[in-house]
């Protein structure tokens, strides 16, 4: 699975030094510093700077600041000590000592009351349970997080928990909203000028585009995120950025990049320590290796990997591993070994069921264990009320009849507002009924017209010219004379029938889409500047008029606007029709643009295009970054509602 960075709360001790002493200073001050208080910021500054280098002395630094803290009763460094102590056990998979830590510096968070610490260990717990799978959990954290900062107005920090939620969101498959969350993210991160949130935003765009199978903006937004990474010296998030770089690199078929790439991942993740990560990586090779035929190798590293999975009970590698050795030994002939090892995945498997079905079980009786309480405290509540409300009925029946008056005061006016909106938004609705009806009325009449236009000059015209060249070829007149007016005739009925292609293109009426847009292509390149590329999957036949003349409009326009402004060589058409959409993909290698001089100029092309879009009730997306080459264009039309408009 593509790696995915998460954003961890900043250990909050950095804002208690302005100072950033180095390592070789703070030992100094420990060994010598005679003040309490001193020594445990000392220890716990320690603890910061030793995390991404070395997470079990940064835990040795991290436990004496929490036993001088409670020692001397400073409640403020004890809870920054253990939540140090959880993200470095975090960061190296040790999530129930780090779930147990967090939740206990979360009690005294509150209890403190400082708001903006507590938003930021609620964060780190999402981060936890997200980590260890359990993403109802991990969301309700997150959006607890998420509530304190925008109550506090803080834009990195909101920025960060919308990174977070996102990559909760991605394991529901919705990359597309993911993506948004992180181009919303990367806004306020460049507007901060925070450039540790734009690394990441960076460098989970990558993991992004992996997913959505746009290979070239994985890999661009991965060496970005390494880039960023690398200038601001945090080497801790390195090997996921590369691991991403080195997976987009093999299926853009360089091979030899790919396993550079992951072998630097591979090694910076053993000098953290990361087992797990190394395990993946190492079953990733070897599936690169078992497809270039070299099986020994393969074997060496699926065998590696299984080693470390079974070391750390990480059963996701386990099965992994076990399935990958089955298919190289079954490459090697080794059936029995290939059989067993298959065997031997299949159980993984099933264990690995077993315990997500235990752990739901779980689940599901805490909840009915919190839900039985509230009852109880519930009945409790209500006995209460009642002997309460033996003493002071008559202010009772008071109160409730005044209630009772505010009530239906209330709803009265609630009604008759309601009643207003509602005269609205029918109004409202009804005017744009009839703005729709009008503006599918000219289009289909402009289309009406150019169809009957294209046909007359087609049929007419073109018949005459032929007519008139047969007559001219036959008469006994002088050969220079005739063959100049069969040149010229030509040219007419070409010139002729090219204005009847732009106009309605008789394949597009006669023989579909695809056909229609495979003429257009061609016409491209018979020129022999740019090559125009057509690719079609399940185009339905018989779909409506009005949506096959759209996307061809919405093509032919786009194509237009490439030719003249990208300076591209290479264009790319690809339709493909789903169940219940279609999506029109436009790729070009040319320069990139600002998108928002294209949205916000005057030229009819980008009108057009929106105005069929919204008349089929499509929605589109364009990549594009100046300086950058490559442009794409993704449209997608709902069928249902695109039959239906």
Not at 203 to 229: H, I, M, P, R, W
Not at 236 to 257: D, R, V
Not at 560 to 567: A, D
Request: glycine letters at 4%; proline letters at 1%; aromatic letters at 8%.
């Amino acid at each position: 699975m593509i790696r995915f960075l998460v954003l961890v709360a900043c250990f909050s001790v950095s804002s208690l030094f302005a100072q950033n002493k180095n390592i070789d200073s703070l030992k100094v001050l420990v060994e010598t510093e005679k003040d309490e208080e001193k020594t445990i910021k000392n220890l716990l500054e320690l603890c910061w700077e030793y995390h991404f280098e070395d997470a079990e002395i940064a835990r040795e630094y991290g436990q004496k600041a929490l036993t001088l803290a409670r020692k001397y009763d400073q409640v403020d460094y004890e809870v920054e000590a253990l939540h140090n102590l959880g993200v470095t056990h975090e960061s190296q998979g040790n999530y129930n000592t780090a779930l147990e830590l967090e939740l206990e510096a979360l009690a005294l968070r509150r209890k403190i009351g400082n708001d903006l610490k507590t938003a930021n260990t609620l964060n780190n717990l999402g981060i936890i349970y997200d980590e260890m799978g359990d993403y109802k959990k991990a969301l309700e954290y997150y959006y607890q997080a998420r509530k304190v900062y925008e109550a506090l107005k803080n834009d990195d920090k909101i920025a960060m928990v919308l990174v977070n939620i996102a990559i909760v969101l991605k394991a529901q498959g919705e990359y597309k909203q993911v993506a948004q969350s992180y181009y919303e993210a990367l806004a306020i991160y460049t507007k901060t000028q925070n450039a540790f949130g734009v690394a990441v935003c960076y460098a989970n765009l990558g993991s992004v585009y992996y997913y959505l199978k746009q290979y070239d903006s994985a890999l661009y937004y991965s060496n970005l995120g390494t880039e960023e990474f690398q200038k601001q010296n945090i080497r801790q998030f390195l090997p996921t950025t590369l691991c991403n770089a080195g997976m987009a690199y093999h299926k853009l078929g360089n091979i030899e990049k790919a396993l550079v790439y992951l072998d630097r991942s591979k090694a910076l993740n053993r000098e953290f320590d990361n087992k797990k990560e190394v395990a993946f990586v190492l079953i990733y090779e070897a599936g690169i290796y078992k497809n270039e035929g070299e099986l020994t190798i393969a074997e060496n590293l699926a065998s590696e990997a299984l080693e470390i999975a079974l070391q750390i009970q990480a059963l996701q590698q386990v099965m992994d591993a076990r399935l990958a050795l089955a298919e190289i030994k079954a490459n090697k002939k080794q059936f029995a070994d290939a059989y067993n090892e298959y065997h031997e995945y299949v159980l993984v498997k099933d264990s690995l069921f077993q315990t997500e079905k235990s752990k739901q079980m779980a689940e599901l009786q805490t909840q009915y264990e919190t839900v039985k309480k509230e009852n109880e405290i519930l009945l409790l509540t209500q006995e209460n009320q009642l002997k309460d409300s033996r003493l002071a009925q008559s202010m009772q029946v008071i109160v409730i009849l005044l209630v009772v008056l505010t009530l239906i005061l209330a709803l009265g006016y609630l009604w008759k507002n309601r009643l207003r909106l509602k005269q609205q938004a029918e109004l409202q609705t009804t005017r744009a009924a009839l703005r729709e009806g009008q503006l599918k009325a000219v289009i289909a009449s402009q289309e009406e017209e150019r169809k009957r236009f294209a046909a007359d000059l087609h049929d007419g015209f073109g018949q005459m010219i032929s007519a008139l060249r047969l007559s001219l070829s036959k008469e006994k007149i002088e050969k220079p004379t005739v063959e100049h007016a069969l040149g010229v005739l030509n040219d007419m009925n070409l010139e002729i029938r090219n204005i009847a292609f732009n106009l309605m293109p008789q394949v597009l009426v006669k023989n579909g889409l695809a056909e229609a847009l495979k003429e257009f292509a061609a016409r491209i390149n018979r020129a022999g500047s740019v090559y125009v590329g057509v690719q079609t999957f399940d185009l339905d036949a018989n779909m409506p008029d009005e949506l096959r003349i759209a996307l061809y409009r919405i093509c032919q326009e786009w194509v237009n606007n490439i030719l003249k402004y990208s300076q591209a060589t290479q264009v790319t058409i690809q339709m493909v029709q789903h169940p219940q959409e279609l999506v029109l993909t436009i790729e070009d290698d040319g320069a990139g643009f600002e998108l928002s001089a294209l949205t916000s100029g005057n030229g009819n092309g980008w009108k057009n295009i929106n105005s069929r879009l919204h008349m089929i009730k499509g929605s589109i997306e364009i990549d594009t970054t100046p300086g950058r080459k490559g442009t794409t264009l993704m449209a997608t039309v709902p069928l249902g509602m695109a039959q239906a408009a």
